[in-house]
C-alpha cells in the first residue's frame, strides 16, 4: 500500500514559498541531489493544494519546468472547493482531503503519494494521514513567507529520523510520523 510523503525544500529560516507564493528563490538551490533523484522513480502520485497547482515555479519557461524540476510524470491530484470547468489533462480534481489521500494512494500503488503545498500538508498531518515527512534544507535566509508548518493551536507531532542525508549539496531530512 501507498505511503504519503511531504516532501519539500525550505530555506533555513523555515519558509517553503518567499511572499506571495514566490518561488523564484528556490532556483539556485535545484539539483543535482542523491537523495531528491533517486525520490523521483518512487513516486506514484502527486496529491497538491490548489494554490501551489495554480501557483508559481522556479524552472518556468525551461525544460525543468513542473513537478520534481520536469522529472516527474504522474497521476496528480489537486485538493480545491471549487474545481474548474474545464478538464485539466493528467489531473484529477477532489474536494475532500480523504477522498484526495484515498484516490492518490489507489493510483500510487506500492509508490509514494507525494503531497505538494503547505495547507495540504497541515490537513494532512492534523487527520493523521501522512506517513513521512522529506525536507531538503537550502543554505537561505528569507525572512518571510509561507512556512514549511504552522498551525497556531495545533497539536505537537512527534518524528523519528529514518534518513539523514548530509552529503547532498542541499541537506536532507527524512522522518517517520510517530502515530499514537
Known amino acids: ?6 516532501s519539500v525544500q525550505m530555506s533555513l529560516d523555515g519558509y517553503i514559498a518567499g511572499p506571495g507564493g514566490d518561488m523564484s528563490w528556490l532556483a539556485p538551490h535545484l539539483g543535482p541531489n542523491p537523495t531528491a533523484d533517486a525520490l523521483v522513480d518512487r513516486i506514484g502520485a502527486m496529491l497538491v493544494g490548489r494554490r501551489t497547482f495554480g501557483g508559481d515555479d522556479p524552472n518556468k519557461g525551461t525544460d525543468k519546468e513542473g513537478a520534481m524540476s520536469g522529472a516527474w510524470d504522474g497521476p ?21 482531503l480523504r477522498e484526495g489521500v484515498e484516490a492518490a494512494k489507489k493510483a500510487a500503488g506500492e509508490r509514494y503519494v507525494n503531497l505538494l503545498g503547505a495547507d495540504v500538508a497541515r490537513q494532512a498531518l492534523a487527520a493523521g494521514l501522512v506517513d513521512e515527512i522529506l525536507t531538503f534544507v537550502s543554505p537561505v535566509l528569507l525572512g518571510d513567507g509561507t512556512r514549511l508548518f504552522a498551525q497556531p493551536g495545533g497539536a505537537e507531532i512527534q518524528l523519528e529520523r529514518i534518513v539523514q542525508a548530509d552529503h547532498d549539496p542541499v541537506a536532507g531530512l527524512w522522518y517517520r510520523v510517530v502515530k499514537p
Open 1 to 6: 500500500m501507498a505511503k504519503v510523503l511531504y
Open 76 to 96: 496528480q491530484f489537486v485538493l480545491t472547493h471549487e474545481p474548474p470547468r474545464d478538464p485539466v489533462p493528467g489531473v484529477t480534481f477532489v474536494t475532500g
